[in-house]
């Protein structure tokens, strides 16, 4: 069965800690996201990676850093510097065409609470 | 800047028709996507438009005007399983999706 997963669904840390988050899919997919949902505004972009061992930042990445040392796995690190970190947190891939407008199939996210 | 508008709730009634707009500005376009989602949960695919016209897919159908920078996309013969987000995104020239904030569709027996 393909597909995107999240672990863990819920997550609570003290503020000052850095916490990771994991991505994984098996849908042989080249780009991978993150983004960040937070009540009443769309989906922001953290990060996103098109290839293995290449990222590039999205929107908001202050604070945040990824890795992507193997084409399954995508981990988020959300670091003592990030602000607000408090929201829930959506892991995608699609197949990374250059030039397509690809779907993005997303994972079931984490819900990160600092405090 | 770049922008996507939606409203931000809609209520209808089970086994009526509901239209959700959402109009974009965009440096550039390369097509629309439309997602579900359940609270709480992953967003799903729905439907991605490029070209001008009405696409319909079961119940559901999505309609761009690219001279409008608008679509809607429309839900036939509501169930209560369609109370949920409805996101609109739209792909700019670099192929980066621009998202806007959800609608919110509440459905009533």
């Known amino acids: 069965d393909g597909g995107i997963t999240q672990s863990p669904k819920y997550l609570f840390r003290k503020e000052g800690q850095n916490v990771t988050l994991s991505c994984e899919q098996n849908?042989?997919?080249?780009?991978m996201y993150w983004y960040r949902q937070d009540p009443g505004q769309g989906l922001r972009l953290i990060y996103y990676?098109?290839?293995?061992?290449?990222?590039q930042k999205g929107d908001i990445a202050e604070g945040y850093s990824v890795s992507r040392e193997k084409k399954e796995s995508f981990p988020l690190t959300v670091t003592s510097a990030q602000k607000n970190p408090t929201a829930f947190y959506l892991c995608?891939?699609?197949?990374?065409?250059?030039?397509?407008?690809?779907?993005?199939?997303f994972g079931p996210g984490t819900r990160l609470t600092v405090t | 800047g770049q922008n996507i508008d939606q409203p931000t709730e809609m209520t209808a009634t089970e086994g009526a028709i509901v239209q959700i707009n959402c109009t974009y500005q965009?440096?550039?376009?390369?097509?629309l996507f439309w997602y579900q989602q359940h609270a709480g949960e992953a967003p799903t695919f729905l439907s991605y438009?490029?070209l001008d016209g009405l696409e319909e897919k079961g119940r559901f159908s999505s309609f761009l005007s690219r001279s409008k920078g608008y679509s809607y996309l429309l839900l036939k013969e509501l169930q209560m399983k369609d109370s949920a987000s409805y996101l609109c995104?739209?792909?700019?020239?670099?192929?980066?999706?621009?998202w806007g904030a959800g609608t919110k569709l509440i459905i009533k027996p």
């Open positions: 995608a891939s699609s197949m990374g065409t250059p030039d397509k407008a690809d779907e993005q199939y």
């Open positions: 849908l042989n997919h080249d780009a």
């Open positions: 990676s098109q290839i293995v061992n290449d990222f």
């Open positions: 965009t440096s550039g376009f390369n097509g």
């Open positions: 438009n490029v």
């Open positions: 995104a739209a792909l700019d020239s670099n192929y980066q999706l621009i």
